[in-house]
């Protein structure tokens, strides 16, 4: 997977390949990426790529024209879609990481200041996309998560294929818990289910677990998400319980 980042820190985005599964990727030849700075670009000695906002108002806006030459250049050496990380977008999730990690090149661009000329967006850029409800200084840190979340979705990235299929989020529901040595520890004991080495019991005490973690803590996954009967009398039988023993306290 190529993937190009137009960002006006390079040297920083360069270091998501250094730690984790993108370095992984990246020393197994999966994950090819080239930072490219607007900077670059600019048509002047200062290499100034920011412009104060036609209408007044606080804070710089980034020229259109060396967006959009780094933008090309990534699409040169890149081939595949343009994604602006930017508050307004559509939310990254799961679903996105999937798809985007199949796609043969990427390139990702960084707004900085008050964000983008317009007209860049109009004419450059295929999507926008958001990592969450906050405002960053920057779009490079969403870049770098983006990265990761695909990164290890690459072929031969994970040690075993199957973690990245029993993700949190991979079918819907948060992922249910884990356990490791010792069997015991501050009174606390590993559930019997799981030392049985009945391997169809533990699938279905963990399907049970991922879908009692999710009506916990994200009950808004659940809404309008596909369940099988089973699914659905574990689910309603967990939650009838939760409100009797809410009644009694």
């Not at 850029?125 to 200084?137: F, H, K, R, Y």
């Not at 009967?229 to 009838?240: G, K, M, P, S």
Request: glycine share 8%; with cysteine.
């Amino acid at each position: 997977m190529q993937v190009a980042v137009v960002t006006l820190f390079p040297e920083w985005v360069e270091q998501v390949v250094r730690f984790g599964m993108p370095r992984i990727a990246h020393e197994r030849g999966a994950l090819a990426l080239t930072p490219i700075n607007p900077r670059d670009f600019a048509d002047n000695r200062w290499r100034r790529v920011d412009r104060p906002s036609f209408g007044g108002g606080p804070g710089m806006v980034m020229e259109a024209q060396p967006m959009a030459a780094a933008i090309a250049e990534g699409r040169r050496c890149c081939p595949g879609p343009v994604v602006l990380l930017s508050p307004q977008g559509e939310r990254f999730n799961q679903a996105w990481a999937e798809r985007l990690s199949r796609e043969p090149g990427l390139t990702l661009v960084c707004g900085r200041y008050e964000g983008v000329d317009e007209r860049v967006l109009a004419t450059e850029v295929d999507m926008e996309l958001s990592v969450g409800d906050v405002v960053l200084s920057g779009g490079e840190l969403g870049a770098m998560m983006v990265l990761d979340a695909c990164a290890r979705l690459l072929p031969g990235v994970l040690g075993d294929a199957a973690s990245a299929v029993e993700d949190s989020f991979t079918d819907g529901v948060l992922d249910h818990p884990h356990y490791t040595r010792p069997e015991q520890w501050r009174d606390q004991a590993v559930p019997e289910v799981l030392m049985s080495g009945d391997h169809a019991a533990i699938r279905r005490w963990r399907r049970q677990q991922a879908l009692t973690q999710t009506w916990l803590k994200r009950p808004d996954l659940l809404e309008g998400l596909a369940l099988s009967d089973e699914d659905e009398a574990w689910l309603r039988a967990f939650i009838a319980q939760q409100v009797v023993e809410t009644k009694g306290e």
